[in-house]
């Protein structure tokens, strides 16, 4: 029995999914646990049964957007896609959320930051002050 075409590039989402979350959980160990179980379904790992219960007990919006700090306050949010402060995660679309939130965290992380911003002190400083 051979398989249809279909199920192959599913594999090929899966495997990329893990090596996004396999990327994170060097900056986060955290997020890409959640993020795993959330992708898996396998959300009694909180003691829930469904999707959103699951996303409120991984402190994850239920929407597609993502706090810049943890102060919102301050840093307000970013949608992960046009509309998502509407787009509600559902268990069709949770793996588009699970990779978008990946990609954001490893675009948006400390050490990018961190780079940013002694490319820009090497543009006006001398590197040996560095």
Not at 33 to 42: N, Q, V
Not at 94 to 111: G, I, N, Q
Request: net charge negative.
């Amino acid at each position: 029995f051979e398989r249809p075409a279909v199920s192959e590039n599913c594999d090929m989402d899966l495997s990329a999914s893990d090596q996004l979350l396999a990327e994170l959980r060097k900056l986060d160990a955290t997020l890409a646990d959640k993020l795993k179980y959330i992708a898996r379904g396998e959300y009694q790992i909180w003691g829930v049964e469904t999707l959103v219960e699951a996303l409120e007990a991984a402190r994850l919006p239920g929407v597609f957007v993502l706090a810049d700090s943890r102060n919102v306050e301050l840093s307000g949010i970013k949608e992960l896609v046009p509309g998502g402060l509407c787009r509600i995660v559902t268990d069709a679309n949770k793996e588009e959320y699970v990779k978008l939130v990946a990609e954001h965290h490893l675009k948006h992380s400390e050490p990018q930051h961190a780079k940013l911003v002694r490319r820009g002190l090497l543009r006006v400083l001398c590197p040996d002050i560095l």
